[in-house]
């Protein structure tokens, strides 16, 4: 028999991030130098779903909190689930790929971030441990191996006047 003022069983909760892979005709990456927990990390510009906020708009805002760069999604690239041993976290990442429009120089990048990097693929693996995870290569060897998801994949549900769609 249920017992109505049971507190109810807690709920096991993943971490839901995005990131965006932004490649330029070069064939370089936009990536993210961030000095995290006194170690500098490389990352693509990434982080968490805030509440009522759609899974693109997270995307896109990040991109441009911790780079400067206005970008256009254009595909999702995949769902990545993984483990942090560091930090003792699920992690389930959505990994998206745009397209830069503009940069803003002068915009205040968020704490902890040092700046923007365009390197490419072989100049980001050779950074080994200093990559945030390893969902920064397997995002972006997804992309170059042509994965490509069209944005429909993903809809938000959430009401437009509180979503930030």
């Known amino acids: 028999m249920n017992d109505a003022k ?3 069983p807690a709920i096991w909760c993943p971490h839901v991030t995005v990131a965006s892979i932004v490649a330029d005709d070069d064939g370089r990456f936009l990536m993210v130098e961030e000095s995290v927990s006194g170690a500098i990390r490389y990352n693509q510009p990434a982080g968490h779903l ?10 896109v805002r990040e991109t441009l909190e911790e780079t400067g760069w206005d970008i256009e999604l254009q595909h ?3 769902v990545h689930q993984w483990y942090s041993p560091q930090h003792r976290e699920h992690i389930v990442r959505f990994s998206f790929a745009g397209r830069a429009l503009r940069h803003r120089p002068n915009h205040v990048l968020d704490d902890g971030i ?18 945030r995870s390893p969902l920064v ?5 997804a ?9 429909s994949a993903v809809t938000s549900l959430l009401d437009q006047d509180t979503a930030h769609a």
């Open 143 to 151: 992309w170059l191996g042509g994965q490509r998801l069209p944005l």
């Open 137 to 141: 290569l397997r995002s972006i060897d």
């Open 6 to 8: 049971a507190p109810a």
């Open 76 to 78: 999702l690239i995949g």
């Open 50 to 59: 805030e509440p009522d906020e759609a899974l693109t708009h997270a995307a």
């Open 114 to 131: 040092i700046g923007p990097q365009w390197l490419r693929r072989d100049e980001i693996e050779a950074l080994g441990e200093r990559l």
